[in-house]
């Protein structure tokens, strides 16, 4: 229960900081299904998501979600 109230009150630069937290663990998730999708021993079975692509889009919103909550956090 607390965590949620200190979700409450948490800052915007605290709330951009956990979603690009968030899309950094999807990305990373991304990589590892990817690499299992190109290590697979039935080549027939391909798959239809674009693990590379939610990958990468993942990383470059995390980071920038990152890149603007920083300076926020430091200065309180």
């Not at 409450?8 to 900081?17: G, K, N």
């Not at 939610?54 to 603007?68: D, K, P």
């Amino acid at each position: 229960m607390e965590f949620l109230r200190a979700l409450i009150f948490a800052s915007d630069a605290e709330l951009l900081a956990l979603w690009g937290a968030g899309f950094l663990l999807l990305a990373a998730f991304a990589t590892y299904m990817e690499k299992r999708r190109t290590r697979r021993t039935e080549f027939d079975r391909v798959g239809w998501v674009p693990w590379f692509g939610i990958f990468f889009v993942s990383v470059i919103f995390g980071g920038g979600l990152l890149a603007l909550a920083v300076p926020g956090m430091l200065r309180g």
